[in-house]
């Protein structure tokens, strides 16, 4: 298996613009989370959606962040309009049998830069 | 709320040092644990995790972790570090019982010194 893709891999814009990240978990997982990484806040659980329905969306930051997983093998974060504080890492992971005690697979991340 | 303390923000060790990286966490109830680590330009990859049974688990790359209850603590141990185990450490709990939000340590840097 590829393991979890996640596109782009890096993203520079500028503030205001629409941002999109993209997220394929692992086939057959029905668990999937996005997280975002920054040295100030460490790893933040942003939504986890479990078989296609969001679960929990209690760490998204504020109406600019959406999320949708409209099939079980596609994920996308939306940040609009984007801000300068946004910069980080955002990670996709994803986990089997619909539960946050199994293991997540993590993908490699996206590095979003917002000037 | 759970929350998960990681005291160490920076470690430097040289190779053939042993490591014991703290981690405490917050809460009372039964929890599940995990290391997570991310190497430099990696994603974060799973060491090792804690559900239930021996308190002592066994990880990958001869890594362990020790779950002492009574001190609410999950510390990483590896008896002899390599140059290649420089990466950071993330501690990490849930709850135990259907979806409980995983929280995150702010995690180690590891840097070994060859």
Known sequence: DAGVIQSPRHEVTEM???????????????SLFWYRQTMMRGLELLIYFNNNVPIDDSGMP????????????????????????????????????????????????TRLLVL | AQSVSQHNHHVILSEAASLELGCNYSYGGTVNLF?????PGQHLQLLLKYFSG?????????????????????????????????????????RSGGYQKVTFGTGTKLQVIP
């Open chain 1, 16 to 30: 205001g613009q629409e941002v999109t990240l993209r997220c394929k978990p692992i086939s057959g997982h029905n």
């Open chain 1, 62 to 109: 504020e109406d600019r962040f959406s999320a949708k997983m409209p099939n079980a093998s596609f994920s996308t974060l939306k940040i609009q309009p984007s801000e300068p504080r946004d910069s980080a890492v955002y990670f996709c992971a994803s986990s089997s049998i619909g539960g946050v005690q199994e293991t997540q697979y993590f993908g490699p991340g």
């Open chain 2, 35 to 39: 290391w997570y680590v991310q190497y």
């Open chain 2, 54 to 94: 021996d308190p002592l688990v066994k990880g990958i790359k001869g890594f362990e972790a020790e779950f002492i209850k009574s001190k609410f603590s999950f510390n990483l141990r590896k008896p002899s570090v390599q140059w290649s185990d420089t990466a950071e450490y993330f501690c990490a709990v849930t």
